[in-house]
Nanobody, 128 residues
Framework: DVQLVESGGGSVQAGGSLRLSCAVSGYTYSHYCMGWFRQAPGKEREGVAA????????YYSDSVKGRFTISRDNAKNTVALQMNSLKPEDTAMYYC??????????????????????WGRGTQVTVS
């Protein structure tokens, strides 16, 4: 079975930091680009960041650019999202997702993730 399991969410004050992690198993992880999405209550899911299979290219939505950093470790089958300078509007459930299409990953800033193949169950981030 394919599994993506997020961790690292929590509650933090505005200006603080959190590091989310996603552990992946059940498929050839290095063949997939990885993305992070978020969904706040009453809002549409939105793309946050994505990273290419070789970790040489990253993509960010304008709302998090300069504050969030996505990274991956293909040896450990993990992807991380370092979130700094958090704002109350960053409050949401955060999901990691996997997709084979580099094109779709590159569109993360305008993506709702409908085309992404595999998903985790999410981890809650609350910024007050």
């Amino acid at each position: 079975d394919v599994q993506l399991v997020e961790s690292g969410g929590g509650s933090v004050q505005a200006g603080g930091s959190l590091r989310l992690s996603c552990a992946v198993s059940g498929y050839t992880y290095s063949h997939y680009c990885m993305g992070w999405f978020r969904q706040a209550p009453g809002k549409e899911r939105e793309g946050v960041a994505a990273i290419s299979t070789g970790a040489d290219t990253t993509y960010y939505s304008d709302s998090v650019k300069g504050r969030f950093t996505i990274s991956r470790d293909n040896a450990k089958n993990t992807v991380a999202l370092q979130m700094n300078s958090l704002k109350p509007e960053d409050t949401a459930m955060y999901y990691c997702a996997a997709e084979t299409s580099t094109f779709l990953c590159a569109q993360i800033a305008t993506s709702t993730g409908a085309e992404f193949k595999y998903w985790g169950r999410g981890t809650q981030v609350t910024v007050s």
